[in-house]
Every structure is written in C-alpha cells, then in structure tokens.
C-alpha cells in the first residue's frame, strides 16, 4: 500500500519559529532529514498548471482550459447513458481523465516543502523555485488557473441543465488554504517583492467568489463536511489578505458557537451527516480534519477553542471507539487524535488507545514515510 499523502492541516507559523530556535533534538531530528528530502525533491518538480495537457472533452463547459474542472467522484453513467446516476462511496475512475485537481494538489504538496524548507534551512533555491511555481500556476496569463470553481466535481449527463459545478467542489481545492497558510514565509525574499500584490489579488478575486457565487454559497449552506472546507477557505484567505483584521476571527467563533452544534450530536459525539455515509469513518474523520484546522488557527490568532468547546473530545472520543472495530481503514483519524492528544486532557486514554492501535494495524504503513513525519516541526511532542 504505502504511505498516504497527509490530509490538509494547518502549520502553525508560530511553533515554526520556536522549532527553528531550538533546532533538532533527538524528537525531531528524522523530522528535519525527511523535510530535506522532499525539499530536495521539490526542487526537480514541476511547474504545475491546470492548463497542462488539457484537451477536449475534459474542458470546462465555458471553454476556457484555465477554468478549473473536476468530475464528481460518485456518479456514473446511466444504462441509457444519456444522464448520470450517483453511487455513494464507489467511485467512478475516468473522472481521473480531468487532471486539475491533481495538479493543482501537486503544486501545493511541493509549495509546502519548498517553503518549509527555505524556512528551516535558509537555502534560497527552495525560495526561488517556490516563487516560479507561484508564478506559473496564479500568474502567467497562459498558465494560470482562474480564481474560480464554477465546473468543480460537475456532474456530466443531461440532468445538469445549467452545465455547472456543484457546491461539493469547494473540496477540490481546500489545499487552498495551505498555500495562503504558508505564503507569509516568503513576505522577506526579495523575489516574492514583485509577485506578492498579484498573488493576493488572485486570492482576493478567489475569496470573493467563495463570497458571491450561487456554487460557493452552496457549500456555504450545506451542513456537513462541504461547509466546514468552505469555512477553512474562507478563514484562512481572510486572514491571509487582512491579517490584523477580527473578521476570521469571527467567522471561526461563529463556526463553533453555532454550525460545529448542527453536525455533531452534543450527547453522543456522532456527526449525524458524515456517519450515514457509506464509508462512515473515512468521512467523520475528513470533516474532523477541516475542524481542527480552524482550531489550529484560531490558536494563531489569539482564540482557544479547546478550551470552549467541550464537543471536540466528545467528537474525538466517538471516532475512537469506532474505530476501535476496525472496519474501515481508521489511520486518516491519527494526526486528528494526536493534535487533540496535544491540546486536551485524555483523562479516558481513547486518544493514546486509538493511536496505538492505529500504528499496530495492518494498514500503518499508510502513516510511515517522510511526509508523515515532518508534522513534528510544527505539532509538538506526538
């Protein structure tokens, strides 16, 4: 099987700096070797572009090959095959005909290594590369991807009358928020100078569709994991371009004062919309990751979520004893049991439980390799 690539979380630039400050130690030591290596890696690939080998008929409706398209994973042809039928859970494989979000999830993977690895070992050609990678995929006029999800997981058949993308599509770039997450890293290198205000305005232009557009707004007003991805996008964007402003404070207070109360059950720790799925642990733990990065980076901006929100073990507590039956492949669950491990008391020892089941089950290796390890420069102990 081999390892997985981690899920989106958020890197807290704070901890990064006290990392740096302390250098290796006999914890993190492996996690340094393993961000130079993909660092390294990073180097030789490369650049990326939702333009790249696009050709008819995986064009967007509007023609442009700069419109971002993906396939919705669970909707397959129809006998007839002039509609489409959804399968929940059984996903259709030509939608990997459409290669944008791979590429779009290739160039924020290597973004990520290249600017941590700048960071902790201030070698310029990490920056440089990074800065071409930008450039290609947000800038170029030929290349560049347009700031909007207008034909995301679109769904192909005669039903979709308006030949538009849905909602759910949002998740396709929830990686997003990892690039604006770590973009203030190269605010100091002189090549970024000339790039930096035409990359926020792209961003800018993103966040105002995510604000104004029907297909946004319906990630917006579902309740289950595709709103909370789409708060993840609109907090981090916001705090990205107005970094001393209270607004993402504020749409992350209200995600956990009121929208975190509908998803998940207050008694039992169920989220209700994720475990009727059919692949019901795969989802409570894909929503819990998008919850727990805005967890994270209300701690960046002065807000203790954990401390408020007794929810989030009771949520954490039901994931671990599900996945104490082992049905399912349970090692996406980790990294959101070990941040919670970090932040909350496990006075019952499900978190240290799960964990340890997880690196012992037969699925582990998915959780091995360098990418999984380079979390210890920003998590702390786990």
Known sequence: MGPRKPEVEYISLQRLRIQKETGPTETTKNAYV???????????????????????????????????????PYWWPSESGTN?????GKRNPDITSVKDQSQLESFAENFTYLCLGYYF???????????????????????RMNPNLN????????????????????????????????????????AYYALNQSVKFWFAEYFHWL??????????????????????????IDHFLNPISVQ????????????????????????????????????????????????????????NIYSSSSVLHSAINYITKLGEEQKEDITPAVRCVEIILNELNDEDNCCKHFIDIAYHCKYSDKIGGPKNAIHLLWSGSC
């Not at 396709?172 to 604006?180: G, N």
Request: with cysteine.
């Open 248 to 303: 993402a404070s504020s749409v992350i207070i209200n995600f956990f004062k009121n929208d975190l109360q509908k998803q998940i059950d207050l008694k039992t720790g169920n989220q209700p919309f994720e475990s009727k799925r059919t692949k019901p642990f795969h989802y409570l733990a894909f929503n819990m990751q998008a919850i727990l990065f805005l967890a994270e980076l209300a701690k960046d901006i002065g807000l």
């Open 84 to 88: 489409y039928i959804r399968k929940d």
């Open 151 to 190: 034909y995301a997981q679109f769904v192909r058949g005669s039903q979709n009358k308006f030949q538009m993308g849905r909602g759910e599509g949002v998740i396709s770039s929830r990686v997003l928020s990892r690039i604006v997450n770590l973009l203030p890293i190269l605010d100091a290198f002189h």
């Open 34 to 72: 393993c961000l130079e290596k993909l660092a390294n890696e990073a180097l030789k690939s490369g650049p990326f572009s939702i333009t790249f080998g696009k050709t008819s008929p995986h064009i967007a409706p509007s023609g442009d090959i700069r419109d971002f398209l993906s396939y919705a």
């Open 121 to 143: 070992f201030d070698n310029e050609n990490y920056a440089i590369h990074a800065v071409s990678l930008l450039d290609t995929f947000f800038l170029n006029e030929n290349t």
């Open 211 to 236: 604000q104004s557009s029907p297909v946004a707004l319906e990630a917006s007003n579902s309740k289950n994991n595709i709103h909370t991805w789409y708060i993840v996008q609109i907090a981090s």
